[in-house]
């Protein structure tokens, strides 16, 4: 009973507010007069009942206040005023049957709709696990037709094929990268300083040739012609002073207020060339001395071992990925990839060398092909991390798209060039020896 009394007060104190007028603080009420007494607001004698309901929902006791009693009006019904407002009573203190009704209906609460049975949750491991199994589709067509060409080619034309072949993969390596590093010039304003220097794209392919004839190119031409090394030699270092004098004078004859921004760019895009030219040019010319001294064999079966190394980090990292190898750099590249190519690669060397040599074969044939695995396994990939950096640091997903499904040539070849100098080295150093 005393609930029911609280929940009759919340609702006068309801009706009480929402009557107030702003300038009389007086309420209308719709219940009727007979009913009900709406006595003033201060002075007014209280009910026992009323009283402990109010105390209760005040949180606490207070003493009868003095004077309290019947206001002689001759109602048949008691209320009582305080800070909360008039409550409304019937005569017997009881609460009358429609304010009842109403509270019950008010506080009866409602049913809740039913919500739609959630869809069943989509584990992220198994999408990315198709999302990556539909790449791997993706790039079988592409290197199978890559591969088949590379032995047509290979087939018909011998060691100039591959040595024609390395030339024009080192061509397009060097343009991708620094397309790469002048477009994110482009794109951020970079380059904007740098029309004083119309000449940059000569200097650019300059260095490229002199790259090529500090290499492979100067032997090359001895070879199919009647200059010597000597005279190639003068040559090569004619081209290298020519392109350090060209550039020091383009610079010097930049008059332009912003002159320290041109050298800026300027340089930061020479170093690029350079480091280009090192790295993927410098370094893949090791194949063509290799096919020179070694034969074809020696360049296929390193090459091939990437290839697989490649191939098994990809399947590995499919199936059992779950921890980053370099997560800011390759954040595809995982731990359990790693270790299975390395794994597949080593176990595959030496049954894939003896096949490949035939039966004249190699003395220490196994060592050879173990040692090879074991660089291309823990070193070369390296080589891919590298470009990884260089893509993410110019905001490129691939160097280009010469390939489809593979993008461009470094980003199929970048673990091909760091595996070349060690080939012709150990070959330089071991094969002769054990032979």
Same mark, same amino acid.
């Given at each position: ?152 080619? +290979?087939?018909?034309? &011998?060691?100039?094929? @591959? ?6 993969? =080192? #061509? /397009? $390596?060097? !343009? ?57 030699? +003068?040559?090569?270092? &004619?081209?290298?002073? @020519? ?6 004078? =383009? #610079? /010097? $004859?930049? !008059? ?180």
């Amino acid at each position: 009973m005393r609930a029911a009394k609280a929940s009759l007060l919340l609702l006068q104190i309801s009706i009480h507010l929402s009557g107030c007028s702003s300038s009389s603080f007086s309420r209308r009420s719709s219940v009727s007069p007979r009913a009900f007494k709406l006595p003033s607001h201060r002075g007014r004698q209280q009910s026992d009942a009323h009283y402990d309901v109010l105390l209760d929902l005040r949180g606490g006791q207070q003493q009868q206040p003095d004077g309290a009693g019947d206001d002689g009006s001759g109602s048949s019904g008691s209320s009582t005023g305080s800070y909360h407002g008039n409550y409304v009573s019937s005569a017997d203190g009881e609460p009358n049957a429609a304010v009842m009704s109403a509270v019950v209906q008010t506080t009866v609460p409602v049913q809740q709709q039913a919500s739609p049975a959630p869809a069943p949750p989509v584990l992220a491991s198994a999408t990315s696990t198709n999302s990556k199994l539909s790449n791997l589709q993706e790039r079988t067509g592409p290197a199978i037709l890559m591969l088949g060409a590379i032995y047509l080619l +290979l087939k018909f034309t &011998g060691s100039n094929g @591959l040595i024609g072949l390395v030339f024009l993969m =080192q #061509l /397009a $390596m060097y !343009s991708e990268s620094t397309s790469v590093v002048e477009d994110f010039g482009k794109k951020k304003g970079v380059s904007a300083g740098d029309d004083g220097i119309v000449s940059f794209a000569l200097q650019k392919w300059w260095w490229f040739a002199t790259a090529m004839m500090l290499t492979s190119g100067r032997k090359m031409l001895t070879e199919y012609t009647s200059v010597t090394m000597d005279q190639m030699n +003068l040559i090569t270092f &004619g081209m290298s002073s @020519l392109s350090l004098v060209g550039a020091v004078i =383009q #610079l /010097a $004859m930049i !008059s332009s207020t912003a002159a320290e921004d041109v050298y800026r760019s300027y340089l930061g895009k020479a170093a690029c060339c350079h480091f280009s030219l090192l790295f993927l040019v410098g370094q893949s010319s090791f194949w063509i001395k290799t096919v020179k001294e070694y034969g074809l064999v020696w360049v296929l079966f390193p090459a091939l071992l990437v290839v697989v190394n490649d191939t098994m980090a990809y399947i590995f990292g499919v199936l059992l990925g779950k921890h980053k190898l370099l997560p800011r750099l390759s954040p595809k590249k995982t731990v359990e990839g790693f270790v299975g190519a390395g794994i597949s690669t080593m176990a595959i060397a030496a049954p894939l060398l003896k096949r490949m040599i035939g039966k004249d074969g190699v003395p220490n044939a196994g060592r050879h092909a173990l040692t090879l695995a074991l660089y291309v396994s823990l070193v070369s990939p390296f080589g891919g991390f590298l470009a990884s950096a260089v893509k993410r640091a110019h905001g490129a997903k691939d160097f280009g798209a010469l390939i489809p499904g593979h993008g461009g040539a470094v980003d199929r070849f970048d673990c091909q060039v760091v595996t070349a100098p060690f080939v012709y080295l150990y070959l330089n150093n071991c094969l002769s020896s054990s032979s």
